[in-house]
C-alpha cells in the first residue's frame, strides 16, 4: 500500500471505491466461511473463487513459489513469438507503468512470467510478492489474481485489492489480458500492469486491452509479410511443376497454389516430415520443405489410394472416435458426441442425407439446416476424403462398420437424437 498517510475521512463521507472494496471484502471472508452474502463480486471474480476453493489453495499461505532457473527462462523466451513483440510492449505498457508506479509483467501459457518492467521501487516490492521472473501466477499456484485468472477464463481482466483470493495480495491490484497467435488462435500468454492497490486506475484493463490487440495485429503484420515472401519462392516454383501443388507456411496458411482450387489453410499433422504423407484433405501427397513453409505436392490417381473402411466407433460413450484405413495406412479421430450422431445418421443412410433430413435425424427439427451444415463442414476439414456432400454421405466404394455397445440401450447414452432413440428403443419394447 502507498506510505503517505491518507486524509482522514469524515462521518458518511466514505468514498464509493472504499466502500465497494469492504464489501468484496466482506464477500470474499464469507465465502471462506461456506456463505454468501447479499453483495456479491463481480461474476468472474466469483468464478475465480469457486475454482481456487475447489483446488484447495489455503487463502493465508504466502504468494511465494518455486522459480524456474535462468536457463529455463531463457529457453520459454526462444520458444514464443511474444519475444517478437517485446519492443511494442515495452514502447506500449512498461512506458506508462513506471511513470504510474506499477510494473508490466509477460507470462507464458503456464503463467510463469518471462518478462517485467517498470517502476524500479514497484520491481523491488514486488519481490515481496514473488512476482519475479520465473514466478508462478496460475490460479492453481496463486490462487485469484488477474494473470492466472486471464489465463484461466482466456478473457481480459481486473483484479483489486481484496478481489485476490490470497491474503498477502490484498495490497496490489493487477490487470491482464491475454494474446494470442493470429496464425493457429493459440494462447501466447499474458501480459499484465500490476502494482499497489493505491495506484488503481480504471483505464488500465482497457490499456492493457488495446495493447495486448496491438501485439496480436503486429504479429498478424509479420506473418502476412513471411507469407508474401514464401510466395515469391513458390511462384516459380509451381510454374515448373505439373499436377497439383501447394505451398503452405508450416501452420498450413496457403502461399500459392496450381492446379486445384485455393483453401485458406490446409491441416497439418503436428508432426509433418520430408516424404510420402496422407493428408486426410487431399489424400496421399509428397511433401518437401522450403524456407519458412512446405512444398505439397498431390499423388495423381488418389482416388485409386483413398481410403476403403471406415470404423465408427461408438461402444464407449467417453471413447468415441472414427477410424478411417486405406492402403498407405490409417488414422483415427476422436468425435463430439454431435458428430458421432451425424455420423451415425450417414452410416444408415448409405444413399445420403439432405441438410433437413440430417436435422430431422439429430434435432427433430427440419428447419436447424445451418447447424446441420457448419457441423459436417467441421468434420469434412478431416474426413473430406470419406465425406461427400451433395446429398451428404459416405463416399462410394467405402465400406462403413458401426460399433455398438454391447447394450443397445448405451448406445449414446445421452442423446436425444432421433436416429439414436430409434436404435437404443426398438420398435415394438417402447
Given amino acids: 500500500m502507498d506510505s503517505r498517510p491518507a486524509a482522514p475521512e469524515r462521518p458518511g463521507t466514505a468514498s464509493r471505491p472504499a466502500v465497494a472494496e469492504r464489501l468484496v ?80 509483467v509477460v507470462t507464458d501459457t503456464e503463467g510463469r512470467v518471462l518478462w517485467r518492467q517498470g517502476h524500479a521501487a514497484v520491481m ?21 489474481n488477474a494473470i492466472g485468472t486471464a489465463l484461466a477464463a482466456r478473457t481480459p ?25 493470429p496464425r493457429d488462435g493459440r494462447l501466447m500468454g499474458i501480459v499484465d500492469i500490476s502494482g499497489p492497490a493505491s495506484t488503481f486506475h480504471p483505464a488500465t484493463l482497457a490499456l492493457v486491452g488495446s495493447v495486448a490487440a496491438l501485439a496480436e495485429s503486429e504479429l498478424r503484420s509479420r506473418h502476412l509479410v513471411a507469407i508474401e515472401r514464401l510466395r515469391a519462392v513458390a511462384a516459380p516454383l509451381l510454374c515448373r511443376l505439373g499436377g497439383r501443388a501447394l505451398v503452405v507456411d508450416t501452420h498450413g496458411w496457403l502461399a500459392a497454389v496450381s492446379g486445384m ?20 484433405s487431399l489424400g496421399m501427397c509428397r511433401v518437401e520443405p522450403l524456407p519458412g513453409g512446405w512444398l505439397v505436392q ?49 452410416a444408415l443412410h448409405r444413399e445420403g442425407r439432405t ?16 447447424t446441420v451444415r457448419a457441423e459436417i463442414s467441421r ?24 460399433v455398438h455397445p454391447d447394450v443397445p440401450a448405451d448406445l449414446l447414452p445421452r442423446s436425444t437424437a432421433p436416429v439414436v432413440l430409434r436404435t437404443r428403443t426398438p420398435a415394438g419394447t417402447a
Avoid at 163 to 173: C, D, M, S
Avoid at 355 to 370: G, S
Avoid at 379 to 390: D, G, I, T, Y
Fill in 379 to 402: 468434420m469434412r476439414r478431416h474426413l473430406a476424403e470419406v465425406l461427400e456432400h451433395r446429398p451428404y454421405r459416405f463416399r462410394e466404394g467405402v465400406a462403413v462398420e458401426v
Fill in 157 to 181: 481482466i481486473k483484479v483489486h485489492s481484496a478481489e485476490h483470493f490470497i491474503r498477502a495480495l490484498h495490497g496490489w491490484t493487477c490487470a491482464a489480458a491475454p494474446v494470442r497467435d
Fill in 298 to 346: 498431390v499423388a495423381e490417381g488418389g482416388q485409386e489410394r483413398s481410403p476403403r473402411r471406415v470404423v465408427l466407433d461408438l461402444s464407449r460413450e467417453r471413447g468415441l472416435a472414427v477410424h478411417v484405413a486405406g492402403p498407405v495406412g490409417s488414422w483415427t479421430r476422436r468425435l463430439s458426441p454431435r458428430h458421432a450422431e451425424l455420423l451415425y445418421a450417414l
Fill in 124 to 144: 523491488r516490492r514486488a519481490k515481496d510478492i514473488c512476482l519475479e521472473e520465473g514466478a508462478a501466477w496460475a490460479e492453481s499456484a496463486t490462487g485469484t
Fill in 261 to 280: 482450387p485455393p483453401v485458406d489453410r490446409l491441416p497439418l499433422p503436428k508432426s509433418l516430415a520430408p516424404g510420402a504423407v496422407w493428408l486426410a
Fill in 25 to 104: 471484502h466482506r464477500a470474499r471472508e464469507a465465502r471462506l466461511a461456506g456463505e454468501r452474502t447479499a453483495a456479491a463480486p463481480r461474476a468472474e471474480i466469483d468464478a475465480s473463487w469457486d475454482r481456487v476453493l475447489r483446488s484447495g489453495i489455503d487463502p493465508e499461505q504466502s504468494p511465494e513459489s518455486r522459480l524456474l532457473e535462468t536457463d529455463e527462462i531463457e529457453h520459454r523466451r526462444r520458444g514464443t513469438a511474444l519475444g517478437e513483440v517485446m519492443p511494442l510492449l515495452r514502447e506500449g505498457l512498461a512506458t506508462i507503468a513506471d511513470a504510474s508506479q506499477q510494473i508490466m
Fill in 355 to 370: 441438410a433437413a433430413e440430417l436435422a430431422e435425424d439429430v434435432f427433430d427439427d427440419a428447419t436447424r439446416t445451418v
